[in-house]
C-alpha cells in the first residue's frame, strides 16, 4: 500500500463561475468523498483542505464527488474520476478536475422575436445547473449530453438548429429561421419551440414568436391601381389594375410583370369589379367589369390572355364581380350591373345565365359552400342569395339594414364568411340553416371591410379599406371562433382592397393608393 494525499482547494464563495477560484468546484459545495476502486469512500468536510488515504500499488481508480452537506451528505454536485499508476517509496500526485452533475436546464434565444419575413440566425442560449442551481461551466462533458429539438406544428422546415446535442458548455447551438410563415407570432398561435431535454432532466423550452411584418412592394406604373389579387399556379401572385387595365403578376420577391387586357376600359371605373381568382385549371381567371366591356377572361401563367363575352347585352350592363371556381368545369361570376348569376366553362364551350330573385340587388361576390350550392352577397339591397343551378329556384336572407355584403369565402370550418363594408362586421352564415349565426365587429369603427380569404393558419384575413375612404388601411384576422385582431399597414392613404393567400401562406393584398402621393402598391403580410 501507498499513501496518497489529497489537496481540495475549496472555492471562494461566490456563485460565479468566471471569477470563482478554483472555476470548477461549485460554490455550494461541502464536502467531496474519496474511493479508491470502488471501495468505501472517505470524506473531507469544508473547510478542511486535505485528506490521506490508502491505495494499492499498482493501477488505481479514484472516484471524487462533492456534496452540498458535510459527510457526503445531500445532493451530489460534481464528478470526477481518474486511474493512474501508484507507485511505492515516492510522492503520487493524483490531479482530479471536477465536472458538475447536471439536474437542470435552462434555455433562452438571443433574439426571440425578429420580423417575420426575413431570414434571421439566433443564438440558442443553454445553461446546465447541477442541484444547487450553480451553472456548470466545464471543462469536461456533462454527466448527461443535453439535446435540442424545434417543436413547430405549424410549418415543418421553417427553423433548423446548427446542431442536435450539447456534450459540454463549450459546444454552441444557433437556430436559424428561413423567414417563412409562422403561426407562432401570432395571438393564441400553436407556438414554435426550442426544447432542451437529457436523460433524467425535466425538458424546458424557449418559444420562437417572430412579429408580423408588412412589407410593400412599387408596380412598374405608379399611377395604376392594384384592385384583386390571387395565387397563381406558378407560385406567384396575379392582380388586377384599374387604370392600368392590366393584369399582373408579382413574384414572390417583388417582380411585376403586366399584360394588358385586349379590350379597352375593360374594367369599371371604380375598381370595384376587376376580381381575380386562381382556378383548377392552371389559369387565373378575371371579371371585365367595365360598362362595355362584360367579359369573363383567363390569363395564362405565361401572359395570354383569352375572352368570353357574357350572354345578355347591354341594357343593362352585366358588368361581372365576384368569380368562383365551383370544380364542375366552370367558372361561376354574379354580374353587378344586371343581377344576375352566371357561368362559363374552361374552355368557353357552354356559358349561361339567371337573374338573381330581387332586382337592382347588385350582387358583389359570390362562394361555394360544402352543401354544393352557390352563396352571393347583394350589396345594394343588404342581402345574401343561394342558387345551385340555373334551373332550380333560388332563396334569399336579409341582413340588416345598411350592411352592404361585399366579398364572401367558404371558410375552414365550412361556413360562409362575408364582409359588411357598410355596418363594419365580418359576418358567418351557415349554409345548413341558411342563417347568419354570428356578426363580429371589425377593431377599428367605420372599418368598412372589403375582402375576405382564407388563411393557412386557420383563421380568416380580410382588408379594412375605411369609410371615407383611405382611413384606415388595415389588415384584419378573424378566427373562426369571433377573435378579431388586425394589422396596420406602414403606409397610409392607401385604400385596401383584394387580399389573397400565397402558396407559403403569406398574406397579399392590394393597396390602390392615390397617384402621385400615394402611388398603388401591392402588400404581402408575413406572420
Known sequence: ???????????????????????YVPPTARSVSVSVNGGTPQYLNAPATTITIDAPIGTDTFVFQTYDDQNGQGNVLSRASVTQPIVSGAANTVNAVLNGVVASV???????APNAGVPATVNVNVAARDADGNTIVGPGDYSVPIHLAVSDSTNSGTLSLSTNNLPNSATTATLTYNGGTLNSGLPAGPTATVVASGTGIAAVSAAFTPKPTIYQFSIPTAANKPRYIAAGSDGN?????????????????????????????????????????????????????????NKIAKITTTGTITEFSTL???????????????????????????SRVGFVSYNGSQAGETSVPTASAGPFGIATAPDGNLYYTEQNVDKIGRVHDLFTSQSEISLTATSAPFDIVRGPDGNLWFTENGRGNIGRLSPNSFSVTGEFQVPTQQGAPWSITVGQDG?????????????????????????????????????LQGIATAPDGSIWFCEPGSAPATPGRIGKLVY
Open 1 to 23: 500500500m501507498a499513501s496518497v494525499t489529497f489537496t481540495m482547494h475549496w472555492n471562494t464563495g461566490t456563485v460565479t463561475s468566471s471569477v470563482r477560484s478554483p472555476r
Open 106 to 112: 435552462t434555455i433562452s434565444l438571443s433574439n426571440a
Open 237 to 293: 401572385m396575379w392582380f388586377t389594375e384599374q387604370p392600368g387595365n392590366a393584369v399582373a403578376r408579382i413574384t414572390p420577391a417583388g417582380v411585376v410583370t403586366e399584360f394588358p387586357v385586349p379590350t379597352p376600359n375593360a374594367f369599371d371605373t371604380q375598381g370595384q369589379g376587376p376580381h381575380i381568382i386562381g382556378a383548377s385549371d392552371g389559369n387565373l381567371w378575371f371579371t371585365e367589369s367595365g360598362a362595355t366591356a
Open 312 to 338: 345578355f347585352a347591354p341594357p343593362p350592363a352585366d358588368q361581372p364581380f365576384g368569380l368562383v371556381d365551383r370544380g364542375d368545369g366552370n367558372i361561376w361570376y354574379v354580374a353587378h350591373g344586371s
Open 459 to 495: 383563421a380568416l384575413w380580410f382588408t379594412e379599406q375605411g369609410q371615407p375612404l383611405s382611413i384606415v388601411d388595415k389588415i384584419g384576422r378573424i378566427t373562426t371562433t369571433g377573435t378579431v385582431i388586425d394589422f396596420p399597414s406602414p403606409v397610409s392613404g392607401l385604400a
